[in-house]
C-alpha cells in the first residue's frame, strides 16, 4: 500500500509562483511513477504532469513551460514547482502514484494510489 501526503498549497497572486510537495511512504517509492492531478470544482480530475521512474516527464499542454515535475527518490518526495500561475490554476492539487508510468497518464483511472490533496488559490 502507497501512503502518499500532500502539502504546500496556498493563496498567491497571479503571476507569482508556489512549490507542492508529495511524501509517499513506500520502500518501492523509486521504482514508481507519480503524478499531479488537479481538480477544479464542478471540473473533472485532469493530470498536470508525470514523471516515470527513469525520470521521463509528461505536462498538460496549458502547463508547459510554467509547471516543472521532479522528484527525490533518497527522500521519496515528489515535487510540483508552479510559475506564472494564473485564476485558471486554481484547484485542489492531488499527488498520484503507479506501478508503471501509463500511455494515458492524463486519465485518472490510470493511477492507483491518491494522496488527499493540498488546495491551490491564485487570484486575479
Known amino acids: 500500500q502507497v501512503q502518499l501526503v500532500e502539502s504546500g498549497g496556498g493563496s498567491v497572486q497571479a503571476g507569482g509562483s508556489l512549490g507542492l510537495s508529495c511524501a509517499a511512504s513506500t520502500y518501492t517509492y523509486s521504482g514508481y511513477s507519480m503524478a499531479w492531478f488537479r481538480q477544479a470544482p464542478g471540473k473533472e480530475r485532469e493530470g498536470v504532469a508525470a514523471i516515470g521512474s527513469d525520470g521521463s516527464t509528461r505536462y498538460a499542454d496549458s502547463v508547459k513551460g510554467r509547471f516543472t515535475i521532479s522528484k527525490d527518490s533518497a527522500k521519496n518526495t515528489l515535487y510540483l514547482q508552479m510559475n506564472s500561475l494564473k485564476p485558471e490554476d486554481t484547484a485542489m492539487y492531488y499527488c498520484?502514484?503507479?506501478?508503471?508510468?501509463?500511455?494515458?497518464?492524463?486519465?485518472?483511472?490510470?493511477?492507483?494510489?491518491w494522496g488527499q490533496g493540498t488546495q491551490v488559490t491564485v487570484s486575479s
Open positions: 498520484a502514484a503507479n506501478s508503471r508510468l501509463p500511455f494515458r497518464w492524463a486519465s485518472r483511472f490510470n493511477w492507483d494510489y
